[in-house]
């Protein structure tokens, strides 16, 4: 039978997930107010308090949406031989759909959660074997 997660468990899954986050962010080279509408977090204070783990547990959707900027993170990494291939994915216009002339990363930030599951996916259907 499955058990729902302890308390202690959820806040270490949680600062786990800011602390992935914030070095990808840092990777990135994201402004605070990127980092900010990525995780819908309402200002850069509040950023900060996260940062310094003094903030208050993000939600499921704030833990999703920074699982899934890992994921994408990871998914630009794999196999990859430079480092700063995800930074170039991130911020190179893209001409295709979904992005019809805009980076990955502006697509994330105006168009929020569905943004990054459609980045995610494409980048799973990128990786697969033709």
């Known amino acids: 039978m499955l058990q729902p997660p302890s308390r202690r468990s959820v806040r270490h899954s949680g600062a786990h997930v800011l ?20 995780l ?24 999703e949406r920074g699982a899934l900027v890992a994921h994408i993170q990871h998914s630009l990494l794999a196999g990859a031989e430079r480092a700063d291939r995800a930074w170039a994915f991130m911020h190179t216009p893209r001409p295709a759909a979904p992005f019809n002339g805009d980076s990955p990363l502006y697509f994330m930030l105006e168009n929020g959660l569905p943004a990054m599951r459609e980045v995610a996916r494409l980048l799973v259907r990128e990786s697969r074997p033709r």
């Open 19 to 38: 602390r992935r986050f914030f070095a990808i962010a840092e990777a990135w080279e994201l402004s605070p107010l990127q980092q900010c509408r990525l």
């Open 40 to 63: 819908k977090i309402p200002s850069p204070q509040v950023l900060e308090r996260y940062r310094l783990g003094q903030a208050p547990r993000l939600s499921a959707l704030q833990q």
